[in-house]
C-alpha cells in the first residue's frame, strides 16, 4: 500500500473516531501548547522523502496522520466548543454552566485593600472556557471547576499597587468526560486602574471589560475564540494580543478612538466604521477628536478579526 494512501486513509479514521467518541461524551481534549509543535509533521514528511524504505515511509505517514488528526480535533474542539456543551457565545457575550453535579467549585477572593489606586493581575492558565465579567467588593473574585485544574493565587500590596497571580497547578493534556472541561469565572473590583497579563492555551475566552478602569492588556494565547468589550473608564487603553489560529472579535465604544495595527497576514478582518491610515494600520474617523482612546496590536496566525463599535447611550 502507498505511503499516502495510509496517511488519507489512517487521518479519516482517526478523525471520524475522535469526533463520534467526543459526540458520545466518551472523549475529551484538554491542551496547553500541544498545539505548537504540530510542525513535527514536515519534519516527519521531510524524513519520509530522504528514506527509500517502503515500510519507514508508511510507518511516518501513519504517524503523521493520527498526530493531524488529534490536531484538528483539538482545535475546533477547545477553540469553537464543538463538542463542549458547557459554554457557549450569543449576542451578551459568553455564557458557562457549572450544573454537572460531578463538578465541584472552588472560590477564591483577594480582599480589596482601601487606598489602593492601581492593580496588576497576571493570569496564567492552559485550556478551558474562561469568563471576565461584572464587579466585586474584593479586590479579585474567582470560582472555577475543581477536577484536574488547581490555582495557586498569591497578592501583595505595596505603595498603593496591588498585584495578583493567578497560575493553574497543571497544564498537561488529558483525557476523560467533557463535562470535566476547565471553567473559570473572574470578577474585578471597579475602584483601581488595572493592567492585565493573560498567558492562556487552547480556549473559549470572554472578557467584558467596560466596568473597569483599563489601562494595559496583553493576551497571549494558543489557538483560541477571543472576545472582548472594551468601555470608556480610562482616558488611554492598550490591547496587545499575540494568537495562534484564531477567532478574535472586539467591541469598542463609538465615543472613544480606537487605532487597531495588525501583524495578521493570513487573516479575514472587519473592522467596523475604521479606515486604513497605512499597511495594517486602521483608525476610527474620531480617533484625534475623541478624548479617550484604545490603541488594539493583534499578532496572530490563521485568523478572523472583526472589531465593531457600539453606543454607550
Known amino acids: ?12 479514521i482517526t478523525l471520524g473516531l475522535l469526533i463520534l467518541l467526543g459526540n458520545l461524551g466518551l472523549i475529551h481534549f484538554n491542551f496547553y501548547g500541544i498545539w505548537k509543535f504540530w510542525p513535527v509533521i514536515f519534519i516527519l514528511w521531510g524524513i519520509s522523502y530522504m528514506s527509500k524504505n517502503i515500510l519507514a515511509k508508511g510507518i511516518i505517514a501513519a504517524i503523521s496522520a493520527v498526530i493531524l488528526a488529534v490536531a484538528f480535533f483539538s482545535f475546533f474542539n477547545n477553540t469553537f466548543g464543538f463538542f463542549n456543551n458547557n459554554c457557549f457565545f ?22 480589596f485593600i482601601p487606598k489602593t489606586k492601581n492593580a496588576e493581575l497576571n493570569f496564567d492558565a492552559g485550556a478551558g472556557n474562561f469568563k471576565l465579567e461584572d464587579s466585586t467588593g474584593n479586590l479579585v473574585a474567582l470560582s472555577a471547576s475543581k477536577i484536574n485544574d488547581d490555582y495557586n493565587i498569591s497578592s501583595s500590596n ?28 473572574l470578577k474585578l473590583n471597579t475602584n483601581p486602574i488595572w493592567d492585565m497579563y493573560f498567558n492562556l492555551g487552547a480556549a473559549s475566552i470572554y472578557f467584558d471589560f467596560s466596568p473597569y478602569i483599563i489601562k494595559n492588556v496583553k493576551v497571549d494565547m494558543g489557538a483560541a475564540a477571543l472576545k472582548i468589550k472594551f468601555g470608556d473608564k480610562c482616558d488611554t487603553t492598550n490591547l496587545n494580543i499575540e494568537a495562534g489560529a484564531s477567532s478574535i472579535q472586539l467591541s ?62
Open 1 to 12: 500500500m502507498k505511503p499516502r494512501h495510509i496517511f488519507w486513509g489512517l487521518l479519516f
Open 90 to 111: 450569543n449576542n451578551d457575550g459568553m455564557n458557562v454552566s457549572f450544573d454537572d453535579n460531578r463538578t465541584e467549585l472552588q472560590h477564591f477572593n483577594i480582599p
Open 158 to 185: 505595596e505603595n498603593g499597587i496591588s498585584t495578583v497571580n493567578i497560575k493553574m497547578k497543571k497544564k498537561t493534556f488529558w483525557l476523560g468526560d467533557k463535562n470535566n472541561y476547565n471553567r473559570t469565572l
Open 252 to 313: 469598542v465604544p463609538q465615543s472613544s478612538g480606537c487605532e487597531v495595527k495588525l501583524k495578521a497576514p493570513l487573516t479575514s478582518r472587519q473592522l467596523e466604521d475604521f479606515e486604513k491610515i497605512d499597511d495594517n494600520v486602521y483608525r476610527t474617523n474620531n480617533f484625534d477628536s475623541a478624548k479617550k482612546k484604545i490603541f488594539i496590536s493583534i499578532k496572530a496566525g490563521i485568523s478572523s478579526i472583526k472589531v465593531d463599535r457600539y453606543s454607550t447611550e
